[in-house]
């Protein structure tokens, strides 16, 4: 129980001291993650492991892929390419529609794209609508997280319910036809929450470079702006597509290679070489400057993410998980049950997928007794495990700083925005998967 204690003053601790003190998010970290080593029992070896290798797994799988995404960013902005995605959305959808779009838009780029990658590539659009349209990067922000979060948790061949689909063993197309359906209105709840709330907070674009778009008069076609976002994420979503099961390519060396170049290092990577092409009218030195700021930009968020990292991994080595899960593995409320364990699990360590797989294993020999041994009853228990991974996406969540970071949010700003949003979304998602569990089992 003094886990639960300690983790609360500690995330009281992180808070206070970025809000009140204005205190770097990158050292709060550290020091609450030894804080919460020291405090939880931890031995002093253990401690120093565990938050090197959660700061270094945390930046092997994000690390690159923030470097490159930022850099890509870079050459949006710097050759208008931006801009002409912007004025090109705004045409199709509106001034006012514009958070919608965004949302919708990372609805479904993370079907196939993990929710942090896809965040970082389209962030760039989310700055430039700001630019246009004077709309809060909060609500932008928080519109887009939350549409990428949405098929994050629900919609294989997302890595998190794919494997609790296959820990269940729950029949993939159910989760998938099923998920689809829960993740819609899930995804519109953290849209609606973005322009009824976070447009009280006004965040706007930096830009020391507006010059840069006054001068580039003729903007990039929209299909050459768009390469650098639409090529990596077509690479990822063809790797995702062969990677299913029911998937076998003939060709041994054609299926290395799609396996090569969709792997979210290499496609965005890709991104940053389209880029570079389709700027060859400028100048070298102009090149290297953008790289440059592009790598600037992105290494605080790099250290930040990585910090979050290293405090979920602390808490991960702690006993929380264990004690979460003997004192409600005992209740049988049915499909409430994998929600309330994930929801604890994602809210104390921070990962999503770590909470989808670890409750998936605890429930399996558990789906008899909570009336879920059926077809559907399995296909919902993965629904309510991703429902509850999603509830609360905040500081021990690395998706929440480069969320923060790629927004220009601050720890307060975006813990009311875009923590309270995945709040609501994970509840909806519940209260929904109540629904139908009435009707279908």
């Known amino acids: 129980m003094f886990v639960f204690i300690y983790l609360a003053l500690t995330i009281g ?27 939880g029992g931890l031995d002093t070896e253990t401690i120093i492991k565990s938050l ?32 002409s995605i912007a004025e090109s959305l705004l045409n199709l959808t509106g001034k006012e ?53 949405a098929t994050h948790v629900f919609v294989p061949p997302t890595p998190g319910p794919l494997a609790a ?47 840069v778009w006054e001068e580039n008069t003729q903007s990039p076609n929209i299909l050459t702006a768009l390469l650098p976002i639409v090529i990596p994420i077509l690479l990822i979503t063809l790797k995702s597509f062969i990677d299913h099961p029911s998937i076998m ?5 054609l299926e290395r290679l799609i396996t090569f170049f969709g792997h979210p290092i290499i496609a965005i990577l890709s ?20 790289v440059s700021d592009g790598l600037k930009a992105a290494g605080t968020i790099i250290l930040i993410t990585g910090a979050g990292g290293a405090f979920g991994n602390i808490l991960r ?53 909570l009336g879920l041994s059926s077809e559907m009853g399995k296909v919902l228990a993965v629904l309510s495990i991703g429902a509850g991974a999603m509830t609360v996406s905040h500081l021990n969540d690395s998706y ?22 995945t709040l609501f979304q994970g509840l909806t998602a519940v209260v929904l998967i109540q629904v139908v569990s009435i009707f279908l089992l």
């Not at 206070?16 to 405090?39: E, Q, R, V, W």
């Not at 359906?181 to 609606?192: E, K």
């Not at 070489?273 to 030195?285: D, G, L, W």
Request: glycine content about 8%; aromatic content about 12%.
């Open 97 to 149: 529609k514009s958070p919608l779009a965004m949302n919708l838009t990372g609805f479904l780029v993370s079907i196939p794209v993990f929710c942090d990658s896809g965040y970082v590539i389209l962030s760039t659009l989310n700055k430039a609508i700001n630019r246009k349209t004077g709309i809060s990067l909060a609500v932008l922000g928080t519109s887009l997280a939350a549409g990428l979060y």
């Open 249 to 253: 390519l003939e060709n041994y060396y």
């Open 317 to 369: 080595a702690t006993s929380l998980g264990d004690f979460i899960s003997q004192q409600l593995i005992g209740y049988e409320i049915g499909v409430l049950l994998p929600f309330i364990i994930a929801a604890f699990l994602k809210t104390a360590q921070g990962s999503s997928t770590v909470s989808i797989i670890t409750t998936a294993a605890m429930i399996a020999p558990l789906l008899d007794a």
């Open 165 to 211: 689909a296959s820990i269940l063993g729950a029949d993939i197309g159910l989760v998938l036809v099923f998920g689809f359906m829960i993740a819609v209105p899930v995804s519109l709840i953290g849209w609606f929450w973005a322009i009824y709330y976070c447009s009280r907070f006004s965040i706007n674009t930096e830009s020391h470079d507006e010059h």
């Open 52 to 83: 090197s290798e959660g700061f270094g797994n945390t930046l092997k799988s994000i690390g690159i892929v923030i470097a490159c995404g930022s850099i890509i960013g870079a050459y949006l902005e710097r050759t208008g390419s931006a801009k």
């Open 400 to 421: 929440f700083w480069v969320v923060s970071q790629f927004s220009s949010m601050n720890t307060g700003t975006a813990l009311r925005c875009h923590t309270v949003a």
């Open 13 to 39: 601790f992180i808070i206070f001291a970025t809000a009140k003190y204005n205190i770097h998010p990158f050292l709060t970290l550290i020091a609450a993650s030894l804080a919460m080593g020291l405090m």
């Open 271 to 290: 991104g940053v070489f389209i880029a570079m092409v389709s700027a060859q009218n400028y100048s070298t030195e102009q090149h290297f400057a953008w």
